[in-house]
């Protein structure tokens, strides 16, 4: 049973330009969340989505960043227009409901 | 929201001595409690979780306690060995582990040969 998956490992950016993150979660897992992790600093989520739905959105900024969980497909976290505070390691974890989240490896994202 | 505080940042212990690393939170609502491990440039791991309903969970060298009164809950290791050193992060959520988690910011454990 393949773990959480995320692609790109690694995604280097301009300033401006668009970054899209992808993560697959466990079989048989439909919730999804998305954290984002600064150097030397803990995770803060920032939101939580089920199948073609987001549940709870509250720690993703207002603008440029959007996420979605379509029917069939990964996980998309979208951030437009980078900068480079964008820059950081973000994660997405996957869990069947009320237990355990699991993560994905990450992928970190700089933005030049 | 929720506020979860984690002492000490760093720790540092002598091979074979006990680590103790302490967390407390602040809504009333949260019932769900794990603890990561996260090695450098790796995924954070579950090591133990704990839910509000029990005060202490036990595996291995792995310990958890939980005070739903004082609303903090700590995580112990016994018999530390140099695989443990790692940064490890509590957190805290609400709808038994469904939401969101909130984490701290992190303790890094390091044991000293």
């Known amino acids: 049973n393949a773990g959480v998956m995320q692609n790109p490992r690694h995604l280097v950016r301009r300033r401006g330009q668009e970054a899209r993150l992808r993560c697959s979660p466990m079989k048989g897992h439909s919730h999804v969340y998305w954290y984002r992790q600064l150097p030397e600093e803990g995770l803060k989520f920032m939101v939580y989505l089920q199948k073609e739905n987001i549940i709870d959105e509250s720690g993703m900024p207002k603008e440029r960043f959007s996420a979605e969980f379509p029917k069939e497909g990964p996980s998309i976290l979208r951030i437009q227009q980078v900068v480079r505070g964008d820059s950081a390691a973000y994660f997405c974890?996957?869990?069947?409901?009320?237990?355990?989240?699991?993560f994905g490896p990450g992928t970190r994202l700089t933005v030049l | 929201g929720e506020n979860v505080e984690q002492h000490p940042s760093t720790l540092s212990v002598q091979e074979g001595d006990s680590a103790v690393i302490k967390c407390t939170y602040s809504?009333?609502?949260?019932?769900?409690f794990p603890w990561y491990k996260q090695e450098l440039g790796k995924r954070p791991q579950l090591i133990i979780d704990i839910r509000s309903n029990v005060g202490e969970k036990k595996d291995q060298r792995i310990a958890v306690t939980l005070n739903k009164t004082a609303k903090h809950f700590s995580l112990h290791i016994t018999e530390t060995q140099p695989e443990d050193s790692a940064v490890y992060f509590c957190?805290?959520?609400?709808?038994?582990?469904?939401?969101?988690?909130?984490f701290g910011k992190g303790t890094h454990l390091i044991i000293q040969p």
């Open positions: 957190a805290a959520a609400a709808g038994g582990g469904a939401d969101g988690l909130t």
């Open positions: 809504d009333s609502a949260s019932n769900y």
């Open positions: 974890a996957s869990s069947p409901g009320v237990d355990e989240q699991f």
